[in-house]
């Protein structure tokens, strides 16, 4: 049963579900059941939210400021929790983890933000480090991904630059590099073009659709309506407070959410 | 409690490196707190062998009557020399007495109207090394019932203020530990929060990795220990100074003045400053870090 013995810690293998049997990968990825979430009460920012998200998809959160893309996000990795309703991560209830297994569902997922979050004193090298460093890897094979993680996101020989230096661009994608180098079964991404000029936003779309290629689920919330029309994919809108799924993508006829998009 | 890993080590060193002025701060604090602590312990250890040596004075001193009579006097030397651990008697005159005193003490004469009974004479004693106070009590206690003695000085009144001095020292020290313990807690502690302020965006970053408690507070109680363990080693780098300018200006005088020469602190005491300091700097900052920054 999906959320039974949630208080076990995650201790995931580097590789994405290598823990979980085969049972474990036919299950969906993501699973939001009647998620209800407000900070004031009387205005819930999540009310009853139905979703589910399999393995290896790519999906757009989209939806007007505030409607909810960030919590919802906030909400997965542990850094909030829901007032009602459960959300099943590989099948076990976050919202239902000890405080010491947050950590661990922590390892399992990957965040990019539009604010980058690195640590400007740091140099490129120790900012994607970290994340192996948690894991407690020996230096040789750190050194080793993480080259690998910063020539996929095209900053290879970038590592020993201060992470502070370098333009947006470069900054986000040293926090692509940070949230794919230990493999994560999720990536997470907040606005993570928002503070970019409109062609370095699709090239980052790009470097998250080659991460998508390789396997891994990407959740890649924006209010840009530009990025949607990149290429179709699955976009879920938020609005209201619950979830209206659109598989085909923005681009098709069924657009009656179109109008509360930011153009 | 946490591990010292490369990683640990290595984060500790590189916020050392970026914190150094804080950390430098906090360290002469301690240091000042820790060279309190030490100045009393140096103090009590010189005073313990003050009262060490002086327990062991090894002479006592027999005051006669006016009236004693030679055969007296004879009598009690002989009687004074079969006590096991009496190595010597001397018989001093109540002249001999006058005639030390102004040679040593009143060169110009201006005590010479003193009356014969101020100077009494004695028999001084030497007593073995290994004579015991309580050895040397029985003794004197034999002594005083003797008709011709008049009193008994064995310096133990001396040993029994030192050994007051040396407890109340005991006692001082006591409290200053307690007071470099809440010092020590006070300025590690401070100085790990706002080490941990200024590397918000680092916890956070750690905390997004899937970083535990543990492995976010291990660098800062590693600082934390080091602060305390440089702040002590600090103190005793500034007492050994003082110990040195001072040692060779009156080193003779303490000498002639106690019997003893004055010591710096034993090896041990300073060894285990430090590691108190260590201890006390991990502990501060362990608990000034209970409760982290969340994400």
């Given at each position: 049963?999906?959320?039974?013995?949630?208080?076990?810690?995650?201790?995931?293998?580097?590789?994405?579900?290598?823990?979980?049997?085969?049972?474990?990968?036919?299950?969906?990825?993501?699973?939001?059941?009647?998620?209800?979430?407000?900070?004031?009460?009387?205005?819930?920012?999540?009310?009853?939210?139905?979703?589910?998200?399999?393995?290896?998809?790519?999906?757009?959160?989209?939806?007007?400021?505030?409607?909810?893309?960030?919590t919802l996000l906030r909400l997965l990795?542990?850094?909030?929790?829901?007032?009602?309703?459960?959300?099943?991560?590989?099948?076990?209830?976050?919202?239902?983890?000890?405080?010491?297994?947050?950590?661990?569902?922590?390892?399992?997922?990957?965040?990019?933000?539009?604010?980058?979050?690195?640590?400007?004193?740091?140099?490129?090298?120790?900012?994607?480090?970290?994340?192996?460093?948690?894991?407690?890897?020996?230096?040789?094979?750190?050194?080793?991904?993480?080259?690998?993680?910063?020539?996929?996101?095209?900053?290879?020989?970038?590592?020993?630059?201060?992470?502070?230096?370098?333009?947006?661009?470069?900054?986000?994608?040293?926090?692509?590099?940070?949230?794919?180098?230990?493999?994560?079964?999720?990536?997470?991404?907040?606005?993570?073009?928002?503070?970019?000029?409109?062609?370095?936003?699709?090239?980052?779309?790009?470097?998250?659709?080659?991460?998508?290629?390789?396997?891994?689920?990407?959740?890649?919330?924006?209010?840009?309506?530009?990025?949607?029309?990149?290429?179709?994919?699955?976009?879920?809108?938020?609005?209201?407070?619950?979830?209206?799924?659109?598989?085909?993508?923005?681009?098709?006829?069924?657009?009656?959410?179109?109008?509360?998009?930011?153009? | 409690?946490?591990?010292?890993?490369?990683?640990?080590?290595?984060?500790?060193?590189?916020?050392?490196?970026?914190?150094?002025?804080?950390?430098?701060?906090?360290?002469?604090?301690?240091?000042?707190?820790?060279?309190?602590?030490?100045?009393?312990?140096?103090?009590v250890t010189n005073l313990q062998a003050?009262?060490?040596?002086?327990?062991?004075?090894?002479?006592?001193?027999?005051?006669?009557?006016?009236?004693?009579?030679?055969?007296?006097?004879?009598?009690?030397?002989?009687?004074?020399?079969?006590?096991?651990?009496?190595?010597?008697?001397?018989?001093?005159s109540s002249g001999q007495a006058r005639?030390?005193?102004?040679?040593?003490?009143?060169?110009?004469?201006?005590?010479?109207?003193?009356?014969?009974?101020?100077?009494?004479?004695?028999?001084?004693?030497?007593?073995?090394?290994?004579?015991?106070?309580?050895?040397?009590?029985?003794?004197?206690?034999?002594?005083?019932?003797?008709?011709?003695?008049?009193?008994?000085?064995?310096?133990?009144?001396?040993?029994?203020?030192?050994?007051?001095?040396?407890?109340?020292?005991?006692?001082?020290?006591?409290?200053?530990?307690?007071?470099?313990?809440?010092?020590?807690?006070?300025?590690?502690?401070?100085?790990?929060?706002?080490?941990?302020?200024?590397?918000?965006?680092?916890?956070?970053?750690?905390?997004?990795?899937?970083?535990?408690?543990?492995?976010?507070?291990?660098?800062?109680?590693?600082?934390?220990?080091?602060?305390?363990?440089?702040?002590?080693?600090?103190?005793?780098?500034?007492?050994?100074?003082?110990?040195?300018?001072?040692?060779?200006?009156?080193?003779?005088?303490?000498?002639?003045?106690?019997?003893?020469?004055?010591?710096?602190?034993?090896?041990?005491?300073?060894?285990?400053?430090?590691?108190?300091?260590?201890?006390?700097?991990?502990?501060?900052?362990?608990?000034?870090?209970?409760?982290?920054?969340?994400?």
């Open positions: 049963m999906p959320g039974e013995d949630d208080s076990r810690p995650f201790r995931p293998k580097l590789r994405a579900g290598a823990r979980f049997g085969a049972d474990a990968a036919q299950r969906p990825i993501l699973m939001f059941e009647d998620v209800y979430k407000s900070y004031r009460p009387g205005a819930p920012v999540l009310r009853g939210m139905n979703l589910v998200i399999e393995r290896g998809e790519f999906v757009f959160f989209t939806g007007a400021s505030g409607a909810g893309k960030s990795y542990r850094a909030e929790t829901v007032d009602e309703g459960r959300i099943l991560f590989m099948g076990r209830d976050v919202a239902r983890l000890t405080p010491d297994s947050i950590p661990f569902l922590r390892r399992n997922i990957g965040c990019v933000f539009q604010d980058f979050k690195l640590v400007d004193s740091w140099s490129v090298y120790e900012n994607v480090a970290i994340t192996l460093e948690v894991l407690g890897l020996p230096q040789r094979l750190i050194r080793a991904r993480v080259g690998e993680a910063l020539e996929r996101v095209g900053l290879d020989g970038r590592g020993s630059d201060p992470a502070g230096v370098l333009s947006g661009g470069e900054q986000q994608r040293i926090a692509i590099a940070r949230a794919i180098v230990g493999e994560p079964a999720l990536l997470l991404a907040d606005e993570p073009t928002g503070n970019l000029d409109p062609q370095l936003a699709i090239d980052i779309l790009g470097l998250f659709e080659e991460i998508h290629e390789s396997g891994t689920t990407v959740i890649f919330a924006t209010h840009d309506r530009t990025l949607l029309e990149v290429r179709p994919r699955r976009v879920v809108v938020l609005d209201n407070g619950k979830a209206m799924d659109v598989r085909a993508g923005v681009a098709t006829e069924d657009d009656d959410f179109d109008n509360e998009l930011p153009v | 409690m946490f591990d010292l890993s490369s990683a640990t080590t290595r984060r500790a060193k590189r916020g050392l490196r970026r914190e150094w002025r804080l950390h430098a701060l906090s360290i002469f604090s301690l240091s000042v707190a820790f060279v309190c602590l030490a100045t009393s312990l140096l103090v003050v009262e060490k040596r002086w327990s062991h004075a090894g002479r006592a001193s027999i005051y006669l009557k006016d009236d004693a009579t030679s055969a007296d006097v004879a009598q009690l030397k002989d009687a004074l020399a079969k006590v096991p651990g009496v190595n010597g008697v001397r018989y001093v005639e030390t005193f102004g040679k040593d003490e009143d060169p110009q004469g201006s005590l010479a109207a003193l009356p014969a009974e101020a100077f009494p004479a004695s028999i001084e004693v030497d007593v073995a090394s290994d004579v015991t106070d309580e050895s040397l009590t029985e003794i004197v206690a034999k002594l005083q019932k003797l008709p011709a003695v008049d009193d008994v000085e064995t310096y133990q009144s001396w040993t029994d203020k030192l050994a007051r001095l040396v407890r109340g020292g005991v006692a001082a020290s006591a409290v200053l530990a307690v007071i470099v313990l809440l010092s020590v807690l006070a300025v590690v502690g401070s100085t790990m929060r706002f080490a941990l302020q200024r590397r918000r965006a680092e916890v956070e970053v750690l905390r997004l990795v899937g970083a535990t408690d543990r492995f976010v507070k291990a660098p800062f109680i590693v600082e934390g220990s080091l602060q305390g363990a440089a702040g002590a080693v600090g103190a005793l780098a500034i007492l050994g100074a003082m110990f040195l300018l001072v040692h060779s200006r009156v080193d003779g005088e303490l000498a002639a003045l106690f019997g003893v020469q004055p010591s710096f602190l034993p090896w041990q005491f300073a060894l285990g400053m430090v590691a108190l300091g260590a201890i006390l700097g991990a502990a501060a900052a362990s608990l000034g870090l209970r409760r982290l920054v969340q994400v």
